[in-house]
C-alpha cells in the first residue's frame, strides 16, 4: 500500500487500479469494497478503482467514430461495462511519489479491449488537510472515446446502512434507464422520481443512476454531498466533470471478501463524478471523443469535514 497522511485522515492507495483501498476520518474507515491487501480483487474489482477507458455501460460493446462502428470487447453479456475484463481497474499501474502526492501512469495499447489509439493516462492523488484530489488525464494518438472516473464506494460512519446516510446531488435533470441499465437516450427532470436529491435527504432506497450536474462541463463545481447523521460526519464531493453516477451496491454478497471482512449489499455509496455511459451512442448526451492534441481532464476532489 501507499499511505498518504494529515491530521485527521489517513489514505490507502494500490497499484492495481491505481485504487483508493481505504480511507480513514478520525480513525473511522470510510471508504470500502476492496479486498485485503494481498488480494485486492477478492472483493468488489471496481471498488477504489480508476475506471477506463470507458466508465459505465456500452450498448453492444459498440461506438460510432468518424462514420464507422467500432467493436469493443464485450464483458457484461453483449455490451460492455467500465471499459472490459483488462480494463483500467485491472492493470497494475506504474508510480511516482512525492510527498502527499502520488502520480500513477498507465499505457493502453491501440486495439486494447477494442479502444483505437494509443492512450496514456495519469491518474494524480493529493491529499492537502481534510481534501483529497484526484486529477486523471490522457492523451490518444488516434481518435478514440475516454471517459475515466474513480469508482470509489462510500460510507461515512464506517459501517451498517449507508441507506440511512442523508444525500444532496447538484442537478434538476437525470438519464432514465431501461431494464439492461443502459440509457434510453433522454435527459429528464428529477422532479417528481425517486432520484429526486436536489435536497438533502435519506437515501433511504438502493439506486443505481446518474444526474446530470448543474453548471458546465469543465469547471469546478460542488456535485454532491453525503452525511451520516449519526456521527455528523460530512463528504463534498466537488468535480469538473459534467455528471455524477451514484449507486448503493445492490451486487455485494457476504461472498465477497472486503478489506475490513465480507461485503453487505448497500453497505456503501457508490460515487463516480465523469461523463455518462453509453454517451458515445447517444448523440444528446455530452461527448465521450478524445482526439491527437486533445488532452482528457477530470479533477475532482472529496472534501471531508
Known amino acids: 500500500m501507499i499511505t498518504l497522511s494529515s491530521p485527521g485522515i489517513i489514505v490507502a492507495l494500490h497499484p492495481m487500479g491505481a485504487r483508493i483501498a481505504s480511507c480513514l ?88 479491449e477494442g479502444y483505437p489509439g494509443n492512450l496514456d493516462v495519469k491518474a494524480i492523488y493529493t491529499l492537502d488537510g481534510h481534501t483529497l484530489a484526484l486529477t486523471l488525464e490522457a492523451r490518444t494518438t488516434r481518435t478514440t472515446v475516454c471517459n475515466l472516473t474513480n469508482h470509489a464506494y462510500w460510507n461515512l460512519a464506517g459501517g451498517g446502512s449507508v441507506l440511512d446516510h442523508e444525500l444532496q446531488v447538484m442537478g434538476e435533470r437525470y438519464f432514465p434507464l431501461n431494464d439492461l441499465l443502459l440509457p434510453l437516450g433522454k435527459i429528464e427532470p428529477t422532479a417528481g422520481t425517486r432520484f429526486d436529491f436536489r435536497e438533502s435527504r435519506a437515501i433511504r432506497d438502493d439506486h443505481d443512476f446518474c444526474t446530470k450536474l448543474s453548471g458546465p462541463r469543465g469547471t469546478m463545481k460542488h456535485g454532491l454531498t453525503l452525511r451520516d447523521p449519526g456521527s455528523g460526519r460530512r463528504m463534498e464531493v466537488w468535480t469538473t466533470e459534467g455528471c455524477m453516477q451514484t449507486y448503493t451496491a445492490i451486487h455485494w454478497q457476504p461472498q465477497m471478501t472486503g478489506h475490513t471482512g465480507p461485503l453487505q449489499r448497500s453497505h456503501a455509496l457508490a460515487i463516480e463524478p465523469q461523463n455518462v455511459a453509453d454517451a458515445p451512442n447517444n448523440l444528446a448526451f455530452p461527448s465521450s471523443i478524445l482526439r491527437p492534441g486533445e488532452l482528457y481532464r477530470n479533477h475532482m476532489e472529496w472534501q471531508f469535514s
Open 25 to 112: 476520518v478520525d480513525g473511522v474507515e470510510t471508504c470500502f469494497g476492496s479486498g485485503p491487501e494481498t488480494a485486492i480483487m477478492a472483493g468488489d474489482i471496481f471498488a477504489g478503482a480508476i475506471c477506463g477507458r470507458h466508465a459505465g455501460r456500452i450498448s453492444n460493446a459498440s461506438v460510432p467514430l468518424d462514420g464507422e462502428s467500432v467493436q469493443l470487447k464485450a464483458n457484461a453479456g453483449p455490451h460492455q461495462l467500465h471499459g472490459g475484463d483488462t480494463g483500467f481497474h485491472a492493470r497494475r499501474w506504474d508510480w511516482l511519489r512525492d510527498g502527499n502526492r502520488v502520480t500513477f501512469y498507465l499505457n493502453s495499447a491501440d486495439g486494447e
